[in-house]
């Protein structure tokens, strides 16, 4: 699970973490050579490329590799700069790459060699959010705010209702209060929540990343004293989880309290 990233089935998540046109090796076809192609590195550690950039999100990829367990590596077997090989663990194909500069090589190998050995760290928050994700939205233990939103589905620029609960810095996502379990959800650590008002009919809750990495999102309350209510909560909710440098900083930041004898 990463920030900003679905807890379960919900659609909303990260921007790929590398992308670009690189140029693949052929052995196939009529035409034996260099072909460029459009690469999309996504944050689950799959490769995917297409022919052409517009190509993205519109069509099927030409082909996607999984990245976990493959050897990434710089090639100098022939004679041509800022070429690298892929050989993922499943199958015996490789697949070479050049890229247009040594920074833009270098860029590439360091992203797909993080993908191919990927750290995995367990936390207990990670289960109890799944754990409250299987359950329905009223078996959820001291929620910090619950109730309706929509939410903007910018591809489409339609709102979406959904049934919602704030737990511990996650948003929880339901189709009624009646549903069974949650239909997905967001990671809000690291997230900042602004009333935005330009560009909309009325004030709407948006939730800013820290990281261009990662989509903003826009939520809408039933009206103006929901929509206030949902930003102190969620405000209040996400402030919990501070990273560890800048809870140290604000500890030690604090006035020295006197010590009385």
Known sequence: MVVGSDISRCPNTPWPTCRGY???RTHSGFVKG???RWFVLKH??????YKHRK???KWPPVDVIKLEGAEV???NSLGKPFVFNCMPQSGSRTFCLCATSNQEMKRWLEAMQKAARPVRQNHVWEDVTAHNSSLPPLAIKHPECLGLLHQLERSTDVWIQHYCILKDGCLYFYASIRSTQASGGLYLQGYSVIEQTHGFEQPVIELRPSSEEFKTFYFCAENKTENQRWIAA?????KKWLPLDQAIQEFMNRPLEETRM
Do not use: A, V
């Open 55 to 57: 190509d993205e999100g």
């Open 73 to 75: 590596d710089i090639d």
């Open 234 to 238: 969620l405000k209040t909710s996400i």
């Open 22 to 24: 690189l140029h693949k």
């Open 44 to 49: 689950d550690g799959f490769l995917l490329y």
């Open 34 to 36: 260099w072909r460029k």
